[in-house]
């Protein structure tokens, strides 16, 4: 077999490339803040920490698309990542821990490969979470426990039809002998007329131990845009048995985040959320939120089962605007927890957050 040289081959991939009509774009948020919390041990003491910031992990990303004729276009993401505060991966070895796919898309939607959010998240960030599941342990607990933000080794799709918006997915286990074990299966709805959206889904994740081990979690979320205020609503139930939730539910340095739960024991949550964006100026934009969760068969597996427990937090954010890709803003932050759901917190039964910071979009 003839041999190509390989800067004729790498000469014919680039004009091949420019004749497909490509594009590829590097995109990129920076966010840090200063932040204090007044309690961030076991003794319960005070800590200023500098960190990523309120809303927006700190990433870096690479997208692209090629058009392959006829309306369908081969389409791409990898996306990385990174601690503000110090430089280090978010995911410490993993470079695109955010996402890493591959795919098609066109008029019948978008069909994906790769580690990718899935589609519960995809529903709570993009249209119905008030914060879009802020990246603080202390405002994001419930959005990310139920979602579980993303997962490797999937296969999505999502379309568009009209107001319908529709995502599905399913991730393999990759268990030799098992298509169950370590598997994962999502299904989202959303339906827009006007100002007025519903949405809703549906997520399950079994175990890569046990098949019957899995942690399930439903959802029914409604917003409303009145000028400019919108208005967030929504519903978790989630019943795990994989022993997850904890470590998603549970701040840094908690009992809970530390040591995760007992594999076999089944916790139920049913969570509500409240929350309201209000536009003030084109430079000011103000959000609160609140979040309720009544907790049963809390496990933690150095402590055992703690039984039933409650948590709520409120969360304010003020943002400002210095251009179209520089904002700084303030936010506060109060969580409280009684019984079971202490495990969850550090130190006290009641954590106050307060921060300041930037961030760039690029």
Excluded: C
């Excluded at 430089?87 to 890493?100: C, D, I, N």
């Amino acid at each position: 077999m003839k041999k190509i040289p390989l800067l004729l081959a790498a000469a014919g991939l680039v004009s091949g490339s420019a004749m497909a009509q490509t594009s590829v774009t590097i995109y990129g948020i920076v966010d840090t803040s200063i932040r204090y919390l007044s309690s961030d041990n076991a003794a319960g003491q005070k800590n200023f920490i500098v960190t990523n910031g309120a809303i927006s992990n700190s990433r870096l990303g690479f997208k692209g698309s090629e058009d392959l004729g006829g309306g369908l276009k081969a389409i791409f993401r990898l996306e990385n990542g990174f601690n503000s505060d110090n430089g280090g991966m978010a995911s410490p070895g993993v470079l695109f821990s955010r996402q890493s796919y591959v795919g098609l898309s066109g008029s019948f939607g978008q069909v994906t490969v790769g580690r990718q959010q899935t589609p519960l998240f995809d529903l709570m960030a993009d249209h119905f979470d008030p914060l879009t599941v802020g990246n603080y342990d202390q405002n994001a607990w419930m959005p990310a426990g139920a979602t579980l933000v993303r997962n490797s080794n999937m296969l999505k799709y999502y379309g568009t039809f009209g107001g319908l918006a529709a995502g599905v997915s399913y991730a393999a286990g990759e268990k030799a002998g098992s298509v169950k074990l370590g598997s994962q299966i999502g299904g989202t709805l959303a339906y827009t007329a006007g100002p007025f959206a519903i949405g809703g889904g549906f997520q399950q994740t079994v175990s890569p131990t046990n098949s019957d081990w899995k942690d399930t979690a439903y959802n029914l979320s409604l917003s409303y845009t009145l000028g400019a205020a919108k208005l967030f609503g929504g519903y978790y139930r989630i019943k795990d048995s994989t022993g997850t939730t904890p470590a998603y539910f549970g701040v840094s340095n908690s009992v809970a985040a530390i040591n995760g739960g007992i594999a076999g024991v089944e916790r139920k949550d049913d969570a509500y959320f409240l929350g309201a964006t209000y536009q003030a100026t084109p430079a000011w934009s103000l959000t609160a939120a609140g979040y309720y969760d009544k907790s049963k068969n809390v496990t933690v597996a150095t402590l055992g089962n703690l039984g039933d427990g409650t948590r709520y937090a409120l969360v304010g954010v003020a943002e400002y605007a210095l251009s179209k890709r520089t904002q700084v803003y303030g936010t506060v932050d109060y969580n409280k927890a009684k019984n079971a759901a202490l495990s969850e917190l550090v130190g006290k039964d009641s954590v106050t957050g307060v921060a300041v910071g930037i961030r760039h979009i690029f």
